[in-house]
Antibody, heavy 119, light 106 residues
Framework: QVQLKQSRTELKAPGASVTVSCQASGYRFTSVDINWVRQTTGQGLEWMGSVTPITGNTVTAQIFEGRVTMTRDTATSTAYMELTSLKLDDTAVYFC????????????WGQGTQVTVSS | IQLTQSPSSLSASVGDSITITCRSSQNIATYVHWFQQKPGKAPQLLIHDTSSLQSGVPSRFSGGGYGTEFTLTIVNFQPDDFATYFCQHSYETPFSFGPGTTVDVK
């Protein structure tokens, strides 16, 4: 069955960077896009962007442009999301999710990674 | 594209039927999907493309609508259904989510 296993909780200082990983199993990794979504108390669920594993091409939400880098390693079936210049309001749970079907519905999700930004 | 949901919260009893509405700021055809989320867990897909039931989801869940107004209906509400429900569009990037509807015990 499809599984997305994410990296562990992170505690970061303001201005630092964080990288969250998402290891996929149970399907052909290069067959579907991986999306990144975060959930904050204040803003709810926010779509951050996506990476196409077979090409490495990315689409990034404008509000995250310049701060988010999404990459993938096809050898280990792992996607990565790096967020730089962290601010206090980047404190959130970060999820990866697969893109399914022609309409790209988010069919399978990782368990989430808590990132806390605190001084 | 902005999505709104109504109500923001509602109370239900086992056996009830409930409907949650999601409205879009522009026409998004049928590119709407519904999720259920419980505390500490990832969202779980219930309905995709407005009305297609995701595999493994009970048939008491159904979705409808087109364009700018969409609904999620739960009939014969069960104890496992107390949760928060979100709509989401994938019409174009950036995708976005509604603010959620929390269903609690009446």
């Amino acid at each position: 069955q499809v599984q997305l296993k994410q990296s562990r909780t992170e505690l970061k200082a303001p201005g630092a960077s964080v990288t969250v990983s998402c290891q996929a199993s149970g399907y052909r990794f290069t067959s579907v896009d991986i999306n990144w979504v975060r959930q904050t108390t204040g803003q709810g669920l926010e779509w951050m962007g996506s990476v196409t594993p077979i090409t490495g091409n990315t689409v990034t939400a404008q509000i995250f442009e310049g701060r988010v880098t999404m990459t993938r390693d096809t050898a280990t079936s792992t996607a990565y999301m790096e967020l730089t210049s962290l601010k206090l309001d980047d404190t959130a749970v970060y999820f990866c999710a697969t893109c399914s079907g022609g309409s790209c519905y988010l069919g399978h999700w990782g368990q989430g990674t808590q990132v806390t930004v605190s001084s | 594209i902005q999505l709104t949901q109504s109500p923001s919260s509602l109370s239900a009893s086992v056996g009830d039927s409930i409907t949650i509405t999601c409205r879009s700021s522009q026409n998004i055809a049928t590119y709407v999907h519904w999720f259920q989320q419980k505390p500490g867990k990832a969202p779980q897909l219930l309905i995709h493309d407005t009305s297609s039931l995701q595999s493994g989801v009970p048939s008491r869940f159904s979705g409808g609508g087109y364009g700018t107004e969409f609904t999620l209906t739960i009939v014969n509400f069960q104890p496992d259904d107390f949760a928060t429900y979100f709509c989401q569009h994938s019409y174009e990037t950036p995708f976005s989510f509604g603010p959620g509807t929390t269903v609690d015990v009446k």
